[in-house]
C-alpha cells in the first residue's frame, strides 16, 4: 500500500500543482486580509475534495450512462494528462490558469458583495477548475480503476488525494511566505521537472489502455 500511495501522491502533486498555484492564489485574493484568505484557501480545498470523491465513486457510473469503456477512458486520459505536461513543460498551463483566474476576479468585483465574493472565489476557479479540474477528476477515475480493487485500495488513493489538498491549503495559507522563499524562478523549474514526470506516467496510462483492447500475444 505504501508505493500506491507514493505513486498517487506524486500524479495527484504533479497534477493539481500546489506549489504553481500560489501565485494564482495570491493574485485572486491579494485585497483581502490573512483570516479571509485562509477562509478561501480551506474552503476552496474541501469543495475541490467532494467533487473528487464524489468521480471517485460515482465517475465510473457516469461513464456506463455515456457506454464508455475503461480501456478507452484510459487512453483519453492518458492523452489529456500527457497534455498537461506539455503545458507545463513550455509554461502555457500556468499562464492559462492565471487568465482565467484574473478573469473571474473581475467578474466577481462587478458583484461588489465581499461574502458572495468570498463563496465564489472558493467555488470558482480555485476549487474548480484550479484544483478539481479535468486533470485532477481524470487522475482519481483512473486511479481507483487501477487499485480500486480493495476497500484498502480506495481508501489509499483518496487519502493521497486528501493530503496533497491539505498540503495545497497549508500552502495558501502561507502564500506570500512561499513565493518569497522559493522565487518565480524556482517554481517555474519544479512545475517543468514534474511535467516530465506526468509525461513519463501519462504515456504509461495510454499504453495501458491499449493493451487492455489488444493484449500481448
Known amino acids: 500500500m505504501i ?6 501522491l506524486v500524479v495527484f502533486f504533479v497534477v493539481i500543482d500546489p506549489i504553481g498555484l500560489v501565485p494564482i492564489f495570491i493574485g485572486l485574493t491579494m485585497k483581502f486580509d490573512a483570516r479571509t484568505k485562509r477562509r478561501i484557501a480551506i474552503r476552496g480545498c474541501l469543495i475541490a475534495f467532494a467533487i ?8 465510473e457510473l457516469v461513464l456506463n450512462a455515456l457506454s464508455i469503456e475503461m480501456p478507452a477512458f484510459r487512453i483519453a486520459g492518458g492523452a489529456l494528462l500527457f497534455w498537461i505536461a506539455f503545458e507545463m ?3 502555457k498551463r500556468t499562464e492559462r490558469k492565471a487568465k482565467r ?6 467578474e ?4 461588489g458583495d465581499k461574502e458572495e465574493e468570498i463563496r465564489h472565489i472558493a467555488v470558482f476557479p480555485l476549487a474548480i477548475p484550479l484544483m478539481a479540474g479535468p486533470g485532477a477528476i481524470t487522475t482519481i477515475m483512473l486511479m481507483m480503476d487501477r487499485y480500486g480493487d480493495s476497500v484498502e485500495g480506495q481508501l489509499t488513493v483518496i487519502s493521497a488525494s486528501a493530503l496533497v489538498l491539505t498540503g495545497s491549503a497549508v500552502l495558501f495559507m502561507a502564500s506570500g511566505w512561499v513565493q518569497k522563499a522559493l522565487g518565480q524562478t524556482l517554481i517555474l523549474t519544479v512545475s517543468r521537472v514534474l511535467g516530465i ?3 513519463a506516467l501519462a504515456t504509461q496510462t495510454v499504453i495501458s489502455g491499449i493493451t487492455a483492447i489488444y493484449p500481448a500475444g
Not at 473528487?52 to 465517475?59: E, R
Open 3 to 8: 508505493e500506491i500511495l507514493l505513486n498517487a
Open 52 to 59: 473528487i470523491v464524489f468521480f471517485a465513486y460515482f465517475g
Open 89 to 91: 513543460l513550455f509554461e
Open 101 to 106: 483566474a484574473d478573469e473571474a476576479s473581475h
Open 108 to 111: 466577481l468585483e462587478e458583484d
Open 197 to 199: 514526470v506526468l509525461a
